[in-house]
T-cell receptor
């Protein structure tokens, strides 16, 4: 399974943008890039996913490098509720859609 | 909408006891998954199912069995519980879509302690 590399932790100030990086140098052409987050004492929550083009939804934006070897999750205005562990995951075709979680990035948001 | 419901939410077992964790989803999802999460770590896939009557092994299947007799339910069994199985267990489900671009929906977890 393709692996991802993320910083262990990041800090942000409330109402400022946050850029969470992810490296996935061994990504294959059919791997989708998924982001999930896990708030304390809760199950993971889907955030966004993409293949080649940048993606936007109500929660975040996903910027994918042209060579697809890295991506960045962008939270446009961090709130205290965004404090969570963020997981960048490569999802492989034809493997039952399973997710292989890494350690993730723990984001803390300061008031 | 209930989404993904896990039963029970908490349980304490003694070593050697058996138990079954139940996961139920009301979204008519084809795919279902069981993960475990140990303190300070990401989730690890135990078993998964791509449809009623089918199951497959994940990353850490040893010591667990699963069954998917009905589309909406996915059961995780511990035949002889061990302290190493103390963990938080999460169930998830998703549509198949193209198999790898549909989001997974997670339950709130079952906290299991084995003494």
């Amino acid at each position: 399974d393709a692996k991802t590399t993320q910083p262990n932790s990041m800090e942000s100030n409330e109402e400022e943008p946050v850029h969470l990086p992810c490296n996935h140098s061994t990504i294959s052409g059919t791997d989708y890039i998924h982001w999930y987050r896990q708030l304390p004492s809760q199950g993971p929550e889907y955030v966004i996913h993409g293949l080649t083009s940048n993606v936007n939804n109500r929660m975040a934006s996903l910027a994918i490098a042209e060579d697809r070897k890295s991506s960045t999750l962008i939270l446009h205005r961090a709130t205290l509720r965004d404090a969570a562990v963020y997981y960048c995951i490569l999802r492989t075709y034809n493997q039952g859609g399973k997710l292989i979680f890494g350690q993730g990035t723990e984001l803390s948001v300061k008031p | 909408n209930a989404g993904v419901t896990q039963t029970p939410k908490f349980r304490v077992l003694k070593t050697g006891q058996s138990m079954t964790l139940l996961c139920a989803q009301d979204m008519n999802h084809e795919y279902m998954y069981w993960y475990r999460q140990d303190p300070g770590m990401g989730l690890r896939l135990i078993h998964y199912s791509v449809g009623e009557g089918t199951t497959a092994k994940g990353e850490v299947p040893d010591g667990y069995n699963v069954s998917r007799l009905k589309k909406q339910n996915f059961l995780l069994g511990l035949e002889s519980a061990a302290p190493s199985q103390t963990s938080v267990y999460f169930c998830a489900s998703s549509y198949p879509g193209q198999g790898h671009n549909q989001p997974q929906h997670f339950g709130d977890g079952t906290r299991l302690s084995i003494l």
